[in-house]
Nanobody, 113 residues
């Protein structure tokens, strides 16, 4: 089970850190990542990190977002800086473990003045 947290209301230019923790010990992690879905739009990938530590960032967030993980804590983080109103969305964590996909519940990020 994946538990996401850290969303909230932030002003443009502000920062938030999202966390997604898995219960129990997890082995064979292929990817840990974040997706988001804005109202009226399809879900899109934000960033992910592979089991070997390779990262990927969507063009729209590159340079403003950092994905990291703490394997010992079974947790993946998404540090988001210089937030823009267009970053407003429900953010979902997504893990691929032994090539099976798991989703956490969403956490709402609202960027507004």
């Amino acid at each position: 089970q994946l538990q996401a947290s850290g969303g909230g209301l932030v002003q443009p230019g502000g920062s938030l850190r999202l966390s997604c923790a898995a219960s129990g010990r997890i082995f064979n992690i292929n990817y840990m990542g974040w997706y988001r879905q804005a109202p009226g739009k399809p879900r899109e990938v934000v960033a992910h990190i592979s089991g070997t530590g390779t990262t990927y960032y969507a063009t729209s967030v590159k340079g403003r977002v950092t994905i990291s993980r703490d394997i010992a804590k079974n947790t993946v983080y998404l540090q988001m800086n210089s937030l823009k109103p267009e970053d407003t969305a429900v953010y979902y964590c997504n893990w691929v473990v032994s090539y099976v996909e798991y989703w956490g519940q969403g956490t709402l990020v609202t960027v507004s003045s």
